[in-house]
């Protein structure tokens, strides 16, 4: 990418950042929700864990790091990006970027980068909260933790970024966005293990999440940073979350190519 291509994608990160910033209200707000939601999720687990020692080889202070991981993980890519995607296609305004000198899929990822910066610090801030709040919290005792789960972090922008741009294309082919969102949303948290670690899960389930690419975006992180692996398995997972944010890039462009020679049809 020339130094052009790159002031341009960066300019557009600091536009997203920018409207985040105009409209902080409705954004913390939703950050704020999430909260709460992480709140609800732990006590629930609370309440499970109660009298018992461990479920499905997790701990109670494990778990607990595990909810927190799986907050910060869902924080650095929210609602106002995702639907951000959708808006753009179903109001028509993709069209305007048609004619603009970019590639669409790389400006939108510009854009999510430029909001993650800002989910990413405020849901670090929230989790210190809750950290104080709730002592226990398993963190790593080794150094090497810390970068691997940095670096397992950004491929799970990647590989989430590149599944919610695919849902978001299927605004092509409809009307509305928000069955498609929460059809999306409901897949990602059960086959990712947001919703319960994928331990929980019978065998066969187990097997085919760990098949899919939304085990990237939870499950991975969290099994780096519990070290539930050593060094060499982390850096093989993060290898796989790479292979998977690729893979769903590539598909993204062909999906997007395919999409457009359809609004040209039947626009005229």
Known sequence: MGVMKFKKYRSIANRSLQNILAYRLSYVMTLLSSFVNLLAVYF??????????????????????????????????????????????????VAADLLKPIDFQSARFAETLGSSLLEGTLGIFLIGCFMMLTPGVKLPHSPWVYPLFGFSLLAVMVVKFGV????????????????????????TN?????????????????????????????????????????????????????????????AGKKIWSWAVRQVTIHGG
């Open 190 to 250: 059960l086959m990712s293990g947001a919703l319960v670690p994928l331990a929980f899960f019978p065998d066969w389930l187990e097997r085919l999440a760990l098949w899919l690419p939304f085990q990237s975006i939870i499950h991975t992180p969290t099994v780096i940073f519990l070290q539930q692996t050593d060094g060499w398995g982390a850096l093989c997972l993060i290898g796989l979350q790479c292979l998977w944010g690729a893979l769903l890039w590539w």
């Open 44 to 93: 629930l687990w609370q309440g499970i864990y109660n009298g018992r020692e461990s479920l499905g080889g997790y701990s109670w202070d494990q778990m607990k790091t595990y909810l927190l991981v799986t907050f910060l993980a869902n924080s650095i890519l929210s609602w106002y990006s995702e639907t951000a995607i959708s808006a753009k296609i179903l109001d028509g305004s």
């Open 164 to 187: 919610v741009y695919l849902a978001a294309l299927l605004c092509f082919w409809s009307t509305g966005s928000l069955g498609i969102v929460w059809t999306r949303i409901a897949l």
